[in-house]
């Protein structure tokens, strides 16, 4: 193929040459093309990284051509509309409708199949109530006994983003639309920025283990910087991230591109490099340490709402956080589930994909501790975990939650077509780049719009789904109105799948056989 190469392009280019001598100038433009190409392939067959190129110069970087357009390919021409991941054609074809307030009707039936197992759907009720007359703008109060600036949150919320991640312009567009939908917008563990105050809007100031917006010279809390920033009135609520779905135990990651001079003074730290957030805190070293820091966090906001996020993994670990809140009688405001389903920009495919429990599993989990210890009252839950339609909204509260936070939903609002390029830097819509020649694609004026019509429109069929159920308030939906297919030839309820605990049972000892073992393992000293 080699020696091949060489004498066709040599044989090309004395041919051309002669033929543009003898016959017509305009040969010499074919001449110049076939010079091109033979310099290409000799860098091809010098060069020693790529061995096909090697092998076959010029025609075997149609490999690596091919390989760059074929998720483009297969999205526009291959896939249907129930393919396509993470986040299938269906979904996000609603999302888009939806921020467009285009027609979201569906035509002509279901595409799912409805005898698969893990299809899922709600149970209506004969004597439905009419939704236009329920509240279309279901609200959920955060804040305990030791909290002094409680917050009335919407059961719909964006997820932890942090800017750094998404460009200036996304994280204006969606903190505009939640001024104008009136609900918040969490800020990821990046810090805060001057693109995240600019509209005003509910911000929910998530502390990640870099302590970014709140660190010293060494990377460690500070609490007076933290006290400071803490002080800004659009801070509602502050979320201490212990781990994230899509990479739990591993911190958060900004490649070197995206890293901007801007960026790494938000965030304390040198620009240009790769910010590795530490897999774990260091402000504390055990549940009573994290309880306390909490309280500490709360204090020094003044009152405001503080709460931690994490995905569930060791479980005794979690009974353990809720065995220090109950002896030193202090709790947070809200515990945010995520899920190992749950996006992120950049992450190794091992942890998105093994790592963390998934939502569901997580919050039924989370919801059933709290009840046995006769704590949930205490403690409102979010759930965070490919959040998508107001179908995922009323099974996360079925299953406990008492409010939802999409990321990626809110990103496709805001013009984000799945094109996977997240942790390149390269986003062709200008939501995650930090390229200036890619993010001016992302107008804030039409965007911010957008994001508080998907909003609007998801919180509103939620309310439809609710209306049909033959429920008039959120708090009434429970784990018996979502039904499951297991089998071919057998369904079951959500009660079935994830049994609740009576109040108070573990406290009562009337401990499940499932959780006897992580009971027992829980301490409120140490994690293990």
């Known amino acids: 193929m080699r020696k091949g190469f060489i004498v066709s392009a040599i044989i090309g280019i004395i041919g051309t040459a002669l033929l543009g001598y003898f016959a017509s100038p305009w040969w010499y433009v074919i001449l110049a093309i076939i010079v091109a190409l033979f310099i290409m392939g000799i860098n ?17 970087r149609m490999r690596y051509w091919m390989e760059a357009l074929r998720p483009k390919m297969y999205q526009y021409f291959v896939e249907s509309d129930i393919d396509g991941r993470p986040i299938n054609r269906i979904d996000r074809s609603t999302i888009y409708q939806r921020a467009k307030k285009e027609m979201d ?30 509240d279309h703008n279901p609200r959920v109060q955060i804040g305990n006994k030791d909290c002094k600036l409680p917050y009335s949150a919407s059961i719909f919320n964006v997820s932890a983003m942090s800017f750094g991640s ?71 609520m502050i979320e201490l991230k212990l781990s994230q779905g899509a990479k739990p135990g591993h911190g958060g990651i900004l490649p070197a591109k995206k890293n901007t001079p801007e960026i790494a ?54 009974i353990g956080i809720c065995k220090a809140m109950i002896e030193l009688n202090l709790y947070p ?34 919801h059933n501790i709290l009840v046995g210890y006769d704590i949930r009252k205490h403690i409102k839950l979010i759930a965070s975990g490919k959040i998508l339609s107001g179908f995922h909204i009323l099974r996360a ?106 109040p108070s049972a573990i406290i009562n000892n009337k401990i499940p056989e499932k959780y006897k073992q992580d009971v027992e393992m829980a301490f409120s000293d140490r994690w293990y």
């Open 44 to 60: 091809d067959m010098r060069q020693t990284k790529h061995s096909i190129m090697r092998t076959y110069p010029v025609f075997g």
């Open 105 to 134: 009707t569906m035509p002509f039936g279901t595409q799912l199949d409805v005898y698969e197992e893990g299809y899922e759907w709600m149970s209506h009720s004969i004597s439905p109530k009419d939704f236009r007359n329920l």
């Open 166 to 236: 998404l460009s200036s312009n996304a994280i204006e567009a969606l903190n505009a639309g939640a001024k104008i939908g009136n609900f918040a917008h969490n800020t990821g563990e990046g810090g805060i920025s001057p693109y995240h105050l600019k509209h005003n809007g509910d911000i929910i100031w998530q502390v990640g283990t870099g302590y970014f917006g709140c660190r010293d010279e060494d990377g460690n809390f500070s609490p007076e910087i933290y006290a400071q920033t803490a002080a800004a009135p659009q801070i509602r």
């Open 265 to 318: 003074a938000i965030r304390h730290v040198k620009a240009g490099t790769t910010i590795y957030s530490p897999p774990y805190h260091s402000a504390f070293n055990n549940p009573k340490e994290l309880v306390l820091l909490i309280q500490q966090m709360r204090e020094l906001s003044g009152g405001k709402p503080v709460g931690f996020k994490l995905c569930i993994g060791r479980k005794s670990e979690f």
């Open 333 to 366: 405001d809200f515990i945010t589930v995520d899920g190992g389903e749950g996006g992120t920009g950049a992450a190794p495919q091992e942890f998105s994909n093994h790592v963390g429990a998934p939502l569901l599993d997580g919050l039924a989990f989370v």
């Open 397 to 502: 509260i079925a299953l406990g939650a008492d409010a939802c936070n999409s990321a990626r939903a809110m990103m496709m609002a805001i013009g984000c077509i799945q094109a996977l390029q997240c942790n390149s830097n390269k986003c062709p819509t200008g939501v995650a780049t930090q390229d200036p020649n890619l993010s001016i694609g992302l107008v804030v004026s039409d965007k911010k719009q957008r994001v508080a019509n998907y909003h609007d429109e998801t919180v509103k069929t939620f309310v439809e789904l609710m209306g049909a159920a033959g429920i008039d308030d959120y708090k009434k939906l429970t784990r018996s109105h979502i039904y499951r297919r297991v089998f071919m030839n057998e369904v079951r309820t959500f009660e079935d799948i994830f049994p609740s605990l009576e």
